[in-house]
């Protein structure tokens, strides 16, 4: 719960609009949508209003995230189930979503109609820089792979970054509890991030767009 509503203070309002404008310009007429890896729903939820005639679905590992989904988006059907084994038929899906989620092409490639459109949302090379500086001795860039992914045809790259203004040590908390880096950080490290009473940082995303061969 803390994720949707850090989310829902619109840090990342800016990532929202520009992912809404891409699946809008290449969702087909009442295309069917999934978002695979959906979480509690923010971006499918939020996706799914934007569109005036598509089926949008979501699919989450977590139950509970899931249920959370399913209580709070009655326009949408939530289920539950790995990214690795969708509980969805083949070729059933004109655009597979995956925000921050794992990566699964074999099954993505399995769900989407022929010429089906994957997009998937990563972090740019220096998104949160200025909270990795402020929280370890030595900050790494975000590594951004080759683009290139077996089956698809890579089609686009949209970025979305702004600097975020975050005023109360919660939000900055809520904020690295939704990274990777929460998982493997030290007391030490851990000590400067509680220590820190506001931040400015940047929030850059890259919007990769590919087709099915």
């Known amino acids: 719960m803390r994720k949707t509503q850090f989310l829902r203070k619109g840090y990342y309002a800016h990532l929202l609009e520009a992912l809404c404008g891409a699946v809008q310009q290449y969702l087909p007429e009442r295309g069917i949508l999934l978002d695979a890896g959906c979480g509690e729903g923010y971006y499918t939820h939020a996706v799914g209003r934007s569109l005036t005639d598509a089926a949008v679905y979501g699919v989450d590992i977590s139950k509970t995230a899931a249920d959370l989904a399913a209580r709070a988006d009655k326009d949408t059907d939530y289920a539950v189930g790995s990214v690795?084994?969708?509980?969805?038929?083949?070729?059933?899906?004109?655009?597979?979503?995956?925000?921050?989620?794992?990566?699964?092409?074999?099954?993505?490639?399995?769900?989407?109609?022929?010429?089906?459109?994957?997009?998937?949302?990563?972090?740019?090379?220096?998104?949160?820089?200025?909270?990795?500086?402020?929280?370890?001795?030595?900050?790494?860039?975000?590594?951004?792979?080759?683009?290139?992914?077996?089956?698809?045809?890579?089609?686009?790259?949209?970025?979305?970054?702004?600097?975020?203004?975050?005023?109360?040590?919660?939000?900055?908390?809520?904020?690295?509890?939704?990274?990777p880096y929460a998982y493997r950080t030290g007391a030490k490290e851990r000590e400067r991030l509680a220590a820190l009473q506001s931040l400015h940082t940047q929030a850059a995303f890259e919007i990769l767009i590919y087709h099915k061969v």
């Not at 655009?95 to 010429?115: N, T, W």
């Not at 698809?152 to 203004?165: G, K, V």
Request: net charge negative; charged share 25%; hydrophobic share 45%.
């Open 84 to 179: 690795f084994h969708l509980p969805v038929r083949s070729e059933s899906c004109d655009m597979v979503m995956s925000i921050f989620a794992p990566y699964c092409g074999e099954e993505f490639l399995r769900v989407l109609k022929p010429e089906g459109c994957l997009v998937m949302v990563i972090p740019a090379a220096r998104h949160l820089w200025e909270l990795k500086t402020a929280v370890y001795e030595t900050p790494y860039e975000n590594a951004v792979k080759d683009y290139a992914l077996a089956g698809f045809r890579f089609t686009q790259r949209l970025t979305a970054a702004r600097e975020i203004a975050l005023e109360h040590p919660q939000d900055i908390a809520d904020l690295f509890s939704m990274t």
